[in-house]
């Protein structure tokens, strides 16, 4: 079944009016309410479940690599800022014991079909620690080099050069993102991360020569000192690189949440209306330039495995976005990294002491999680098939779950009909649809199906929708 693509209508008037602060779906229920209740022990038995299913999931895994050589102001990731290369041998020999206690957890004939290396700066490893690394990978887990993958890693180019990405694709890494935010150097200033287009190009050209698959990029805006303008030369260098993907991400400034905005000076982010307005101009420039809106804040080209996999209703959500492969068990190695078991999420001790001890004392670093409960598991697929679909066939769904779907789902259809006046989503009695003008706020549509959004105090929590 293939579904025709929607082009969304950018109203800045309607988008003012919704864009409050609200959860991104990367999870149901996010991460809030995640608890200690759930442990090591209860990691291991969601494992052991998984392995015993008919037909166990491939995986994916995600690696934390924590290391920054400098901050970045805007930065909300756990991160630690060092150029002392030797604190990454300390890390390493506890994600190693990490790798080692967690890969016999899962059958050997799963694939990794999926890997992501996120941090801080993945690229803090030089070539010879992330090859070790990848080789203790390859002894604990279905590791491929070659043949059907997506094999991603973060990549801040000032730190990289052409060689480093060719030894990359030699381990099997396929899929690359380059952070860029801005290059107006204004803006680069304030946030203490100074890019040049050359650095960006080079990594980027390396591994197109190399046979990535794809390339991704990431902007940001809301920053200190963003003007049209500015931000709109910084569009003219992206397409110029014609990376595959493009993410454009909102700024979240929650300074009491991330000491490293503290540095920045509140006075010179930009208004609402022209934070908005950078949002918007951003969003027409990609899409008459042939990008795709695939959702939230991802844009990819037409021929791209995202766009294909919108067009063919088989796009999901996980922790690292919009994927091609929401179909796997996903396994958090690494310091604050989350993985997603069968029906509960877990994730590791936030902080290195925290997380050395636990390797240390031979604990997994299991810190929180959460097991779902049927209401959850149902209002995940809900979620699910809004923010991926922005449709949902309620008889359809109530048949699969065996529900009637207006009866158990009353309250939140009332809440739909003030955002169906204002034309965010039509409904009947048995298809709910994100019309073009819903589409830039698929976040909120969702959160109506949110049932741990009643206490106020967890819009603190959140970054805003727009």
């Not at 203790?136 to 180019?157: A, K, V």
């Not at 069968?342 to 925290?354: E, K, M, T, V, W």
């Not at 008889?395 to 955002?419: I, K, P, V």
Request: with cysteine.
């Amino acid at each position: 079944m293939r579904t025709p693509t929607i082009v969304p209508e950018f109203d800045a008037a309607l988008i003012a009016r919704y864009d409050v602060a609200g959860p991104r779906y990367t999870s149901y229920p996010t991460a809030p309410q995640f608890h200690t209740g759930f442990d090591e022990a209860a990691l291991r038995a969601a494992a052991k479940a998984s392995n015993e299913e008919l037909m166990p999931r491939p995986l994916s895994v995600y690696v934390h690599v924590p290391f920054c050589f400098s901050p970045c102001f805007y930065c909300g990731c756990m991160r630690v800022i060092t150029r002392e290369i030797s604190k990454a041998d300390e890390y390493l020999q506890r994600l190693y014991r990490e790798i080692a206690m967690v890969g016999p957890l899962f059958d050997r004939d799963r694939p990794v079909k999926q890997l992501h290396f996120g941090g801080g700066t993945p690229n803090f490893l030089d070539a010879p620690r992330m090859t070790a690394l990848v080789e203790m990978l390859e002894r604990n887990f279905n590791y491929r080099r070659t043949g059907e993958r997506e094999y991603g890693i973060e990549i801040d180019p000032r730190f990289a050069d052409g060689r480093y990405i060719t030894e990359l694709a030699k381990l099997g890494f396929n899929r690359m993102s380059v952070g860029i935010q801005d290059f107006d150097p204004a803006v680069q200033a304030a946030v203490n991360r100074i890019q040049s287009v050359e650095q960006t190009r080079e990594v980027i050209d390396a591994a197109r020569d190399s046979g990535y698959g794809s390339v991704s990029v990431d902007l940001i805006y809301g920053l200190p000192r963003q003007t049209i303008g500015g931000f709109d030369r910084t569009l003219d260098e992206v397409l110029g690189l014609a990376p595959d993907r493009i993410a454009v991400y909102g700024y979240a400034h929650l300074p009491k949440l991330f000491k490293a905005q503290r540095q920045i000076d509140a006075a010179e982010l930009p208004d609402p209306a022209t934070r908005l307005a950078l949002f918007g101009h951003a969003f027409k420039r990609l899409c008459d330039a042939g990008y795709v809106y695939v959702g939230m804040d991802h844009f990819a080209r037409v021929d791209d495995e995202l766009s294909q996999a919108q067009r063919s209703r088989t796009l999901q959500r996980n922790f690292q976005g919009y994927s091609t492969h929401g179909d796997c068990d996903i396994i958090g190695l690494g310091v604050s990294a989350i993985g997603r078991i069968g029906d509960s999420y877990s994730q590791n001790a936030r902080d290195l002491i925290g997380y050395y001890a636990a390797l240390d004392a031979g604990r997994l670093p299991v810190a929180r999680g959460i097991a779902l409960e049927e209401d959850d598991i149902l209002r995940r697929a809900v979620i699910g098939e809004l923010m991926c679909h922005g449709e949902l066939d309620m008889h359809a769904f109530g048949r699969q779950h065996q529900l009637d779907f207006a009866d158990r789902f009353g309250r939140e259809l009332e809440r739909l009909r003030e955002q169906a006046s204002d034309g965010l989503v039509t409904f009947d009695e048995s298809v709910i649809r994100v019309t073009a003008r819903g589409r830039l706020l698929l976040r909120n549509v969702a959160m109506s199906f949110d049932a741990y959004l009643n206490n106020p105090t967890e819009s603190s929590r959140y970054s805003r929708t727009i």
